[in-house]
């Protein structure tokens, strides 16, 4: 643990929770609606973000969220207009996004391949003190939109036609969703990379609904869970110095097998212990058959 | 007598296949409406015309009296309790019935604005009008069919509305929970609420519907009393199965 002690390795641990946190927080949304693979999309078209960063030398950063957040507004309108079309539009955005994104990066002067890779599959050993500054207010616009809009941005995900006919502002909740997942993604980008951005928001998601009934509960347990793997998966890299990013992503996902496991455990013992006088009402019976 | 809605000469079509030809129903306060009428007959085109769902090619809708287009309508469609024929498809998390009931709060309450007292008692009154305040912790994906649509039947009473407007609330739900829905129409009826339903069949609703519309092919064929049902429609046991209207043209790939 004295690795901790280092400045280095404290910064890459507060970037990695900070992405612990916001990622499933946002990602719980996506979810919701089935689309669960729509960050991984955002994340390709901010790489054209970044690449575009580094060949005027501004900061990545700050043009990877401007970037993303145009992509993502673009697949919301795309999906608004839910034509069976959407599909292949969404591949052309996408792989327009990450093959502008390398070409871009190519052709900044003086930036190595390994520049890219730290994009691609996340860096956090190399936070700087500003990066971590500028996580630290994206990743707090992300808790903010997502904690206290919950009912909001709930109720459009969840039934999104109900929340028109309530007169709720359907089309900017919308797009406040899209624009918070594409700061999301660029929150994500130091910590885990480009390329896994979209595993924080769903493993975690995904390994507390396994136990959870509500969507409230599912949203705090994966958070909890996002923070733990970021937790653990830092140390581990730190230990067996193992990739960091990849890391912190494998053990989100034996969060999800081992919770995978002990709810199928549980759920066999409840039914041996009997299934009499569990669920309350049940479905009456519409014919009774004589023997 | 109030009117809450009147649609006149109201036209819709998806595509270039129209579904709704010059239509005008009139709805007065403390009505229960029915809209009869075959699939294919344009019934459910025709709530979703009211609800704003679908626009209207032409013709003109007011709403509780205020007669705009568009936007304008929208502070009147608060005033309107929504209840879709199914939950709606996007539910990839687990929601708990009280969560999704509380969303039908959001209309009454200002955006950021935390949940009130009186929130928190629509919520509880709308669970125990359809009867289900021991299943307000239950993942509303482990309900039977019939107790999800009384969730959103109590998700469109917690808004406290005064217009009611249904979409086959009765289709493929148990006995049981149909007059547990009963129940709950019958009270909000009580409280000189309106309500407009489309159904295919009326069941146990029949006493509390004041007027049928029937709808064939895009247009009214009656408006009055409640058709008595003739011929094999009027034995009980009849096998319930009726062919499309007819003029439904193979408009699969032009729908909605």
């Known amino acids: ?291 | 007598m109030s009117t809450v809605v009147e649609l006149r000469d109201g036209v819709v079509a998806y595509g270039d296949r129209p579904v709704l030809r010059g239509v005008d129903l009139t709805v007065h306060a403390g009505e229960v409406v029915a809209i009869l009428g075959a699939n294919g007959s344009g019934k459910s085109t025709l709530i979703r015309a009211i609800l704003g769902l679908v626009p209207l090619v032409s013709g003109t809708l007011s709403l509780f009296g205020v007669s705009r287009r568009g936007r304008e309508l929208r502070g009147q469609w608060r005033r309107i309790g929504y209840v879709p024929q199914r939950l709606g498809a996007g539910s990839g998390v687990p929601a708990t019935v009280a969560e999704v009931v509380s969303t039908g709060r959001l209309a009454r309450r200002g955006m950021l604005r935390p949940a009130g007292a009186a929130d928190r008692a629509a919520i509880a009154s709308a669970l125990a009008a359809v009867g289900l305040a021991d299943r307000a912790t239950a993942p509303v994906g482990t309900l039977s069919g019939g107790q999800q649509q009384r969730t959103l039947i109590a998700r469109a009473l917690a808004a406290e509305p005064e217009l009611l407007v249904l979409d086959e609330p009765t289709a493929g739900v148990d006995a049981r929970s149909q007059s547990a829905f009963a129940d709950a129409l019958r009270a909000f009826v009580a409280g000189g609420s309106t309500v407009l339903l489309v159904a295919h069949e009326l069941g146990p609703l029949q006493p509390l519907v004041t007027r049928a519309v029937v709808l064939h092919d895009g247009a009214i064929a009656h408006d009055g009393p409640v058709p008595v049902p003739a011929g094999h429609h009027a034995d009980p046991h009849h096998d319930h199965v009726h062919p499309h209207a007819p003029h439904d043209p193979p408009g699969i790939w032009t729908g909605p």
């Open chain 1, 1 to 291: 643990m004295s690795l901790f002690a280092y400045d280095f390795m404290q910064r890459a641990l507060l970037g990695v929770l900070i992405t612990g946190l916001a990622a499933p927080a946002l990602g719980i949304y996506l979810v919701q609606r089935r689309m669960a693979l729509i960050g991984d999309g955002i994340g390709h078209v901010a790489l054209t973000g970044v690449g575009l960063g580094l060949l005027t030398s501004r900061s990545p950063v700050i043009t990877a969220v401007v970037v993303s957040a145009l992509g993502a507004v673009a697949v919301e309108l795309i999906r608004e207009r839910g034509k069976a079309s959407g599909d292949i539009a969404l591949a052309l955005l996408f792989y327009g996004g990450i093959s502008g994104g390398v070409f871009l990066v190519a052709l900044a002067a003086g930036k190595t391949n390994a520049n890219l890779m730290a994009y691609l599959f996340g860096s956090p050993l190399t936070t700087s003190r500003d990066d971590l500054v500028v996580m630290a207010v994206l990743g707090g616009v992300v808790l903010a939109v997502t904690l206290l809009l919950r009912p909001w941005l709930f109720a459009i995900c969840q039934d999104e036609e109900y929340a028109r006919v309530a007169g709720l502002p359907v089309r900017a909740l919308n797009l406040l969703l899209a624009v918070t997942t594409a700061v999301t993604v660029t929150v994500a980008m130091r910590a885990v990379g480009l390329l896994l951005v979209s595993a924080m928001m769903v493993v975690p998601v995904a390994a507390a609904q396994l136990v959870t009934r509500g969507f409230r509960a599912t949203m705090h347990l994966a958070m909890v869970l996002g923070v733990a793997a970021a937790a653990v998966g830092i140390w581990i890299a730190a230990e067996y110095d193992t990739a960091p990013g990849a890391t912190i992503v494998l053990v989100a996902i034996a969060a999800f097998a081992v919770l995978a496991a002990g709810a199928a455990v549980w759920r066999t013992a409840r039914r041996r212990a009997g299934a009499a006088g569990g669920d309350g009402e049940a479905e009456p019976p519409e014919v009774v058959l004589q023997a």
